[in-house]
């Protein structure tokens, strides 16, 4: 079972893959997105990451857990509010008056 299944309480959507990037140099950036609920980055920051550097490890023996950063960033959420309080509606709204 993979990480992001163990732990459903965490994550608000499945884990997924934002950024690719290879430098002439032979190097490559893999840029994964997690998004989860507020102080939940603990699973993250340890079992996935063992995962994830024992499965590159197959790979490239030389690869290192320093070589992952992690970083949080909030996200801005486009949610349109359905309800008004009482003193935004107007004459012409079709909800109920008070």
């Avoid at 499965?55 to 801005?76: R, T």
Wanted: hydrophobic share 40%; glycine share 6%.
């Amino acid at each position: 079972m993979e990480s992001h299944e163990q732990f459903p309480g965490v994550l608000i959507t499945p884990p997924c893959i934002v950024g690719h990037l290879k430098f002439a140099s032979g190097k490559e950036v893999l840029r994964l997105k997690f998004r989860i609920w507020p102080n939940r980055g603990g699973p993250i920051e340890t079992f996935f990451c063992k995962e994830l550097v024992a499965e590159i490890q197959q790979h490239d023996p030389d690869f290192k857990d320093w070589m992952i950063a992690i970083s949080y960033k909030v996200e801005e959420r486009t949610v349109k509010v359905a309800a008004k309080w009482i003193w935004q509606r107007t004459e012409n709204s079709k909800d109920k008056k008070i």
